[in-house]
């Protein structure tokens, strides 16, 4: 089962060494793991995705909180969460294509952010599924290099129910 983990830390140096080896101690696999300074500087927030049993992830929580620069741990719910992941792809794309190729990343609202002679580069922004839908689509033309920021999610306010993306 896939899980979502919003972690608050002190920003101290190590920090993320030490949790990440707390993981892999326990055998968890860790899908995606971005790390960032909070509104408040001296804290950071780790977004860990992670796939294991339930009890295992309750364990690791547990073992989480005896780390001293741990403060909040928050298994985010998947149905309740607003989450956006970020990709650059650079894209095989000559003269005859780049038309076609533009298109497709209006209609998926990317951005494009470098091309040269052969290639074009593709800044994609959404949930984890709009980026897999469009580095697939994107294969159709020769994928060069993808790189992917990981998700970063928060939980959403419990009274807004006014915009949903």
Do not use: W
Request: hydrophobic content about 40%.
């Amino acid at each position: 089962m896939r899980h979502i983990l919003s972690v608050t830390v002190n920003n101290q140096p190590a920090v993320l060494a030490r949790i990440s080896g707390l993981f892999s101690r326990r055998n968890f696999n860790i899908l995606s793991l971005n790390v960032g300074e909070t509104e408040l500087p001296e804290y950071s927030r780790m977004t860990i995705v992670v796939e294991g049993n339930t009890d295992t992830l309750e364990q690791v929580k547990k073992q989480l909180y005896k780390l001293i620069d741990v403060i909040k741990i928050t298994e985010l719910n998947q149905s309740n969460m607003i989450e956006r992941d970020m990709a650059i792809v650079k894209v095989n794309c000559g003269k005859n294509q780049r038309g076609q190729v533009i298109q497709v990343v209006d209609v998926f609202r990317g951005k494009v952010v470098d091309f040269s002679l052969d290639t074009i580069t593709i800044e994609i922004t959404g949930d984890e599924n709009k980026i897999n839908a469009f580095i697939e689509i994107m294969r159709d033309f020769g994928i060069k290099e993808v790189v992917r920021t990981g998700l970063v999610a928060m939980d959403r306010e419990m009274n807004n129910n006014v915009l949903t993306n």
